[in-house]
């Protein structure tokens, strides 16, 4: 055996921990955010009366690019509103004092997230302030169920008295493929 081959090991066992290490450091990074590669943030509230499937750790975005994250979800005791702190990335802090935000959802069934649209106003949001131009999440089922069991559209016109003219009424007689 020669003398170069304990050096060799020495470095493949090296590189290789140096490897896992940093596949470690990549997956926590991305999972939490805890090393945040990035700049800081500053956070701003709004007031929801119904979050839907929004968590914590969720998007914030611009049309639709992300900037920050939802970083805790509360509720205000006293008006019993779903208080949702943004931690938005220091870039954006830029915003105007009137932005608005809505819980939207990516497609169908995707991931729930806030969706921010800047106002006009000339001055910034800044850390601690509340956003106050809200839109809730929307019920995909509660909708499915009133338009179910709404009655229809089918008989809105009879019950409105609005019976279809008969034939022979001259210019108003409806054709045979409308009737």
Known sequence: MSARAPRIEFAVGAFLLLALASLLVLAIASTNGSFGFGGGTYEVTARFSNLGPLRQNAPVKIGGVAIGKVARIGLDPVKLDSVVTLAIDDRYDDLPADTSAAI???????????GLKPGGDPD???????????????????????????????????????????????????????K
Do not use: C, H, R, W
């Open 104 to 114: 939207l959802t990516s497609g169908l069934l995707g991931e729930s997230y806030v």
């Open 124 to 178: 910034p949001l800044k850390p601690g302030d509340e956003i106050f131009l809200t839109q809730s999440s929307v019920d995909i089922i509660e909708l499915v169920g009133k338009y179910m069991f709404s009655g229809g559209a089918d008989n809105a016109g009879a019950k409105a008295g609005n019976a279809p003219a008969a034939e022979g009424d001259g210019d108003d007689a409806l054709p045979d493929y409308l």
